[in-house]
């Protein structure tokens, strides 16, 4: 069964070696263990899908959860999915500073990233359109 889980979550230390450290695990471990995702990352917030069968999915969110470079992890969806959005990437990763704000706009009350401020519908509907508009890179 697959499912995908999206969450937000604050850098404890806002870090590029931080999130080289992320992305080069996701890189590493995610495909054997099945979980596609993205990840979003503006001004130390995080926004991230997971996707993948569920105990996999749910041992990751929860060593997440509790991982040191993170705090005010909050779950904002978690759902059974017949197919995956972003099967093309291990962790494919958005840097949104590097974005028109209108798109950013488009979603929210000001031209920054804030998933605690939107619903998780509305984050999705940012996460397909970022895909679509092919501003999603994979982390070499």
């Known amino acids: 069964m697959l499912v995908?889980?999206?969450?937000a979550s604050r850098a404890t230390h806002h870090s590029a070696d931080d999130l080289a450290a992320i992305l080069k695990s996701s890189?590493?471990?995610n495909p054997a263990q099945g979980i596609t995702g993205?990840?979003?990352?503006?001004?130390?917030?995080?926004?991230?899908?997971l996707e993948g069968g569920r105990q996999p999915v749910s041992v990751l969110y929860n060593r997440i959860a509790q991982d040191t470079r993170h705090h005010d992890v909050v779950l904002l969806s978690h759902e059974e999915i017949s197919e995956r959005?972003?099967?093309?990437?291990a962790m494919g990763q958005v840097h949104l500073n590097r974005l028109n704000p209108a798109l950013l706009l488009k979603y929210s009350e000001k031209a920054e990233l804030d998933p605690y401020a939107a619903t998780a519908a509305v984050s999705m509907a940012l996460l397909d359109e970022l895909v679509a508009t092919a501003s999603v890179m994979c982390p070499g």
């Open 4 to 7: 995908r889980l999206m969450y």
């Open 27 to 29: 890189k590493q471990h």
């Open 38 to 49: 993205v990840l979003c990352c503006s001004t130390g917030i995080f926004l991230q899908v």
């Open 85 to 89: 959005r972003f099967a093309g990437w």
